[in-house]
């Protein structure tokens, strides 16, 4: 009985797990790469309106003239900076996420 039991195992049992287990694999790898391409079009989006807008904002500073130009200059400034830190935290951590999930890649 326990020879039945073994090859029923080894040859039914093993090789289905083995892939469900692949199929698994691959469809979160799948998901998980198609939210990572969503999520950068959605940030890169959304990072271009935000560049379009300072943009025009910077344009319409342009004619300001003295103390004010100096203050809205360094308001602009200090936004891109934190901007720009932000993003290089995300990345930092959308890439360990992408290690993790996608070791092979």
Request: hydrophobic share 45%; no cysteine; net charge negative.
């Amino acid at each position: 009985m326990d020879t039945l039991h073994n090859q029923f195992k080894d040859k039914m049992i093993n090789p289905w797990m083995r892939k469900l287990q692949e199929e698994g694999e691959k469809a979160l790898l799948g998901a998980t790469e198609t939210s990572l391409m969503a999520a950068k079009e959605l940030i890169t989006s959304a990072l271009l309106e935000r560049e379009d807008r300072y943009m025009r904002e910077l344009d319409d500073k342009a004619n300001l003239v003295g103390e004010e130009r100096v203050e809205d200059l360094t308001a602009v400034y200090s936004n891109l900076m934190a901007a720009e830190g932000a993003l290089k935290e995300l990345l930092v951590r959308a890439e360990a996420l992408r290690q993790r999930l996608l070791p092979s890649l």
